[in-house]
């Protein structure tokens, strides 16, 4: 059965102090890993798609890596900003549906 | 604008009405998608739109639940005789779909339905 596991389920950070968020997954035939980012009352914002194991993607203070089991999201120097929900998506056989992980909350205080 | 617009962003009606929700995809995605998320939860798919067309109704949770796309634009998800489980955040996102098929859905800000 395809799945998708995040961890951890929050995550309190001190404002420049750098942390990765995991994005655990077993798929069949990986087609792509996304990561969102969801503030509250809000629709997901798109980030990153990783395609192959090996793949990295960078933005800003953001970093996504990718394995064949799971895939990371490096926060470096993290701002109040970055506070948000983390979603993490996999897209497997299916031409169109994504799996969801539950998210990860960041919190940053400043 | 550019983004997944929907409407309404706020929606209190009283258990046992009928709610229309409507979502205006980014121009050119001929994909559209219906998500429901409940307080603190995961995305859950409900529907899947290529075109006009919906090969996959398998995530509505009853039959309380439709939803129909017209001129490969505009969608409305509808409730009738809802109930208070109903209560959700239901989300709409678009995508190129078609033949380029791993491309990032897009998401409008959901309309928050509260069912009294």
């Known amino acids: 059965e395809d799945q998708v596991t995040q961890s951890p389920e929050a995550l309190r950070l001190q404002e420049g102090e750098s942390s990765s968020l995991n994005c655990s997954y077993t798929?069949?035939?990986?087609?792509?890993l996304f990561w969102y980012r969801q503030d509250p009352g809000k629709g997901p914002e798109f980030l990153f798609t990783?395609?192959?194991?090996?793949e990295e993607k960078e933005k800003e203070r953001l970093k996504a890596t990718l394995t064949k089991k799971e895939s990371f999201l490096h926060i470096t120097a993290p701002k109040p900003e970055d506070s948000a929900t983390y979603l993490c998506?996999?897209?497997?056989?299916?031409?169109?549906?994504?799996?969801w992980g539950a998210g990860t909350k960041l919190i940053i205080k400043p | 604008g550019a983004g997944v617009s929907q409407s309404p962003s706020n929606k209190v009606t009283e258990k046992g009405k009928d709610v229309e929700l409507r979502c205006d995809p980014i121009?050119?995605?001929?994909?559209l998608y219906w998500y429901r998320q409940r307080l603190g939860q995961g995305l859950e798919f409900l529907i899947y739109?290529?075109?006009?067309?919906?090969?996959?109704k398998s995530g509505l949770p009853s039959d309380r639940f439709s939803a129909e796309r017209t001129g490969e634009s505009v969608s409305t998800l509808t409730i009738q005789r809802t109930q208070q489980e109903d209560s959700a955040v239901y989300l709409c996102?678009?995508?190129?779909?078609?033949?380029?098929?791993?491309?990032?859905?897009?998401f409008g800000d959901g309309t928050r339905l509260s069912i009294l």
């Open positions: 998506a996999v897209q497997g056989r299916s031409n169109y549906q994504l799996i």
């Open positions: 798929v069949s035939g990986l087609r792509g």
């Open positions: 990783l395609y192959s194991a090996g």
């Open positions: 121009s050119g995605h001929t994909a």
């Open positions: 739109f290529q075109g006009n067309s919906a090969p996959d």
């Open positions: 996102a678009s995508s190129l779909g078609g033949v380029v098929w791993n491309q990032p859905q897009h």
